[in-house]
T-cell receptor, first 114, second 114 residues
């Protein structure tokens, strides 16, 4: 079956530009997570949705980062006024469970801010 | 504050050998410990996971050993193959819900030489 998909796969943005990253989770999965992975590092948690409710956004690095999942399926991570330090791979994961176990990851969006 | 410490950072093993990757944690609220495998340009893929009430779990060539008192766990790969060359991440999740996402180690870059 189809896994988690993310688009675009690569994004180059000029500093100050707004970007939107899309995640299509596995159909029927309740939980959706966003992670940020810097080069050579492990993923770091950004935010968590249970259906359409954003239950935790404690990992978002600044108020320039915003995520939504309005209908409980597709999610969008938006970064306003991008900075060079935002350059990273942004990973989306979904899980059929509300406890966050068994997370399936998408391929990620590689963001480069120039 | 690094909540999950992973070692070694890199590892080279001959084909057929048994690479061992170790992780240690401090947060006693963690109660789910997965291992992920990541190839370049791909998202992490779940390999195997364990809970603290079990000291060992095997799935195919992958084994997790868990020492609750020492707050340590490790991944063993039996009969390693060049196709196992990848970056491996340990992770942990706290009980009571997945709202805070997985906490990852920094990763181990594994090379299996033919």
């Amino acid at each position: 079956g189809a896994g988690v998909s993310q688009s675009p796969r690569y994004k180059v943005a000029k500093r100050g530009q707004d970007v939107a990253l899309r995640c299509d989770p596995i159909s029927g999965h309740v939980s959706l997570f966003w992670y940020q992975q810097a080069l050579g590092q492990g993923p770091e948690f950004l935010t968590y949705f249970q259906n359409e409710a954003q239950l935790d956004k404690s990992g978002l690095p600044s108020d320039r980062f915003f995520a939504e999942r309005p209908e409980g399926s597709v999610s969008t991570l938006k970064i306003q006024r991008t900075q060079q330090e935002d350059s990273a791979v942004y990973l989306c994961a979904s899980s059929p469970r509300i406890l966050g176990e068994t997370q399936y990851f998408g391929p990620g969006t590689r963001l480069l801010v120039l | 504050q690094q909540q999950v410490k992973q070692s070694p950072q890199s590892l080279i093993v001959q084909k057929g050998g048994i690479p061992i990757i170790n992780c240690a944690y401090e947060n006693t609220a963690f109660d789910y410990f997965p291992w992920y495998q990541q190839f370049p340009g791909k998202g992490p893929a779940l390999l195997i996971a364990i809970r603290p009430d079990v000291s060992e779990k095997k799935e195919g060539r992958f084994t997790i050993s868990f020492n609750k008192s020492a707050k340590q766990f490790s991944l063993h790969i039996m009969d390693s193959q060049p196709g196992d060359s990848a970056t491996y991440f340990c992770a942990a999740l706290s009980g009571g819900g997945g709202a805070d996402g997985l906490t990852f180690g920094k990763g181990t870059h594994l090379i299996i030489q033919p």
